[in-house]
């Protein structure tokens, strides 16, 4: 590791990394810093969690820091509301002691707002790519002077389908310019975007495109029909701290979110098609500690950045083995532990196998003690049977009773949400 001292940065931008807390440099930041501040192509393949938000905004506060404000100088594009906010947040942080300004835009919000915003001095835009593309064709804003362009979380950009706009987005901008990209995954089309808009980048890779190390992985055989009473176990007995349950669509994330909240349990739900306002509750409570379990679809989770994640539940199995990956990723994070359980259905050997021979191990299959599996063949072999006894163990807190709910929120000053604020 390398202190930011010994990089060629401001003493203005030292110092706002010094109040942010950042002593020394990531792995990804030591690596990309350097490189980028001479000005070169950076293609970055990286776990989230690692620090590559300040990777790429540092160099682009030291290439602007003498910028003259009348354009926008650094563009970057982030799939998610919730991924350009979190940018924007660390661009503020480390640019507080100079002068240039940042603003974010995306859908689901009133466009008037950034129009007149845009009009004004903005050197750094953090956009999504729908927005960003009505405004380059509407032409309230303009890219001519554009000199570094940042593509983050490019593998999600390309799941969400939105690499045909990227495709457009690129044809306002100048032909010289500096390109960084950040994945955990690299997917063929993302590759050949590459190709297509690098000038021999340098390839940065932190350690394996997988989860990480400090995550248990965990499989639970079952059939459909076993799934809500499964979980209700699961939550009931071995899972506890702050939990991300994925599901496959909207309504089946609407379906585990009624049922978890008929029983009592602390739990938000997150969806493509809800309001600006209404995500940034539900990220907000969840974050705060408000809501123990948060159920999301992919697309809706995505841009999740919270440090405290202690387990992910894959209520319905992921259909590649990048987005088993990106959801994976959500735990495990700053060396911490974490806990990833999947629900196996019969039909999933496949995509079983294929996720094993990422992670270069087999997955341990576990049984539900006192569960009813009927006439299931659960498992293989005996050998391969592992008792709920013998998992780890705590107090649980996400089911309790009205009394206990009260005495354990009245020990940390905290106000239950209405029925009303669960349902966003």
């Known amino acids: 590791m390398t202190s930011f001292n010994e990089l ?29 501040l001479k000005g070169r192509d950076v293609l970055g393949l990286a776990q989230t969690g690692t620090g590559k938000t300040a990777a790429f905004t540092i160099p682009i506060l030291q290439k602007l820091i003498n910028a003259d404000g009348q354009s926008i100088k650094a563009l970057i594009i982030a799939p998610t509301r919730e991924l350009a906010d979190q940018i924007n947040e660390t661009v503020k942080q480390l640019s507080k002691y100079t002068k240039l300004k940042s603003l974010t835009v995306y859908g689901g919000v009133n466009k008037k707002p950034e129009i007149t915003r845009l009009q004004r001095r903005v050197d750094i835009l953090i956009a999504c790519p729908g927005r960003l593309l009505d405004h380059l064709k509407e032409k309230s804003l303009h890219l001519n002077d554009l000199e570094v362009l940042v593509l983050d979380e490019a593998d999600t950009m390309f799941d969400m389908g939105f690499l045909p706009d990227i495709t457009k987005i690129l044809t306002y901008l100048p032909n010289k310019h500096q390109s960084l990209l950040f994945a955990a995954t690299m997917p063929k089309p993302i590759k050949q975007l590459t190709d297509k808009i690098f000038d021999s980048p340098e ?28 979980l209700l176990k699961i939550l009931n007995s071995t899972a506890t701290g ?17 049922e978890l909240d008929k029983n009592n349990f602390r739990v938000v739900a997150l969806q493509g098609n809800m309001s600006q306002n209404k995500r940034m509750q539900s990220m907000n409570g969840f974050k705060q500690g408000k809501y123990d379990i948060l159920v ?15 387990h992910v539940i894959n209520y319905d199995m992921p ?11 959500r735990t495990g994070r700053a ?11 019969p039909e999933d050997s496949g995509m079983v196998k294929r996720i094993e021979k990422v992670l270069g191990e087999n997955i341990e299959k ?50 239950p949400p209405s029925k009303k604020q669960s349902n966003v």
């Open 335 to 345: 060396s911490k532990e974490g806990e990833a359980y999947t629900f196996m259905l």
């Open 203 to 230: 390839t940065i890779q932190i350690g394996t495109i997988k989860p990480a190390k400090t995550v248990s992985h965990h499989l639970y055989p079952i059939n459909e029909k076993m799934k809500k009473d499964a």
């Open 296 to 310: 999301a679809t992919d697309i809706a989770s995505r841009g999740i950045d919270v440090s405290n994640v202690t």
């Open 242 to 258: 702050q939990i991300l349950i994925f599901t496959r669509t909207k309504f089946r994330t609407k379906k585990v979110f009624a």
């Open 366 to 415: 576990r049984f539900l003690e006192d569960f009813n599996y009927g006439d299931m063949k659960v498992f293989d072999s005996p050998k391969q049977l592992h008792k709920s006894n013998r998992f780890k163990r705590q107090t649980n807190f996400k089911k309790t009773s009205t009394k206990q709910s009260r005495t354990r929120n009245q020990s940390k000053n905290y106000r």
């Open 319 to 329: 259909t590649t083995v990048d987005t088993y990956i990106h959801r994976i990723g």
């Open 8 to 36: 060629n940065i401001s003493s203005r931008i030292l110092d706002a990394i010094e109040s942010v807390g950042y002593e020394t440099t990531t792995p990804i930041q030591e690596r990309t810093i350097p490189i980028a």
